[in-house]
């Protein structure tokens, strides 16, 4: 067994230890594999052990990738990185979601450019939970606006939040931060019907996220190792 497959089994495994322990049902929580800077091998590595959901963070580098691996219909792409205007037709016609909306004006490219033989496009909104200058994202306070603007637009299916918090050594802040989204994405799932990702959670933290709500988690070096 390569390195790989070993690692999806530990990760797989410490999300149900996680869920079992915080009282969730492990197949409520998602597993994205963010592969950036990763080979085709590595990616096939982990497909061939059963991992199917794979995050990229850099529009070209994810384009080659999902042309790569066209002949795999069962593939889904997310989109994490930074969202820029100029970037939105390629990402609108090639993924299948994306984490990372913090504009109506991006949102609305998106809307205007998803082709119209495709199924709408998943997206979450990004929420600067810690107030971080150098942070893309939202803040709490920006929310409804902004969820009430994009289900308007019908290429578009929001389907919750996003957050990127700051590594605290403080377990308790951490926690806390991670319940302030909790709270915000439970808000939001009273008023949209379709709301049901909390994406949220790291190698280093994911079990914490998955004690405040999490339903997918982002890993990276769990499974592909440190880049």
């Known amino acids: 067994m390569n390195n790989i497959q070993q690692n999806l089994i530990n990760i797989k495994n410490r999300i149900i230890q996680a869920a079992n322990k915080y009282h969730r049902e492990p197949e409520d929580i998602t597993l994205l594999a963010v592969s950036k800077n990763k080979s085709y091998n590595a990616i096939q590595e982990a497909i061939n052990f059963g991992q199917y959901q794979f995050g990229e963070n850099y529009l070209k580098e994810g ?108 377990i308790n802040q951490q926690i806390s931060i991670f319940r302030s989204m909790e709270n915000l994405f439970h808000q939001l799932k009273k008023k949209y019907q379709d709301i049901d990702i909390l994406s949220m959670g790291m190698t280093a933290d994911l079990d914490i996220a998955i004690a405040c709500g999490s339903t997918l988690v982002r890993i990276g070096t769990a499974i592909f190792g440190s880049r």
């Open 63 to 170: 384009l080659e990738k999902i042309a790569h691996f066209s002949n795999k219909q069962d593939l889904i792409w997310h989109f994490i990185g930074t969202l820029q205007s100029n970037k939105t037709k390629l990402i609108a016609e090639n993924f299948t979601w994306c984490h990372t909306i913090n504009k109506l004006k991006v949102a609305q490219r998106l809307n205007n450019q998803r082709p119209i033989n495709k199924a709408p496009l998943n997206v979450l909104i990004q929420i600067n939970i810690n107030y971080e200058i150098s942070k893309s994202g939202i803040t709490p306070a920006e929310l409804d606006k902004l969820a009430a603007e994009i289900v308007l637009l019908p290429n578009l299916k929001l389907r919750g939040l996003m957050t990127i918090p700051t590594l605290n050594n403080d």
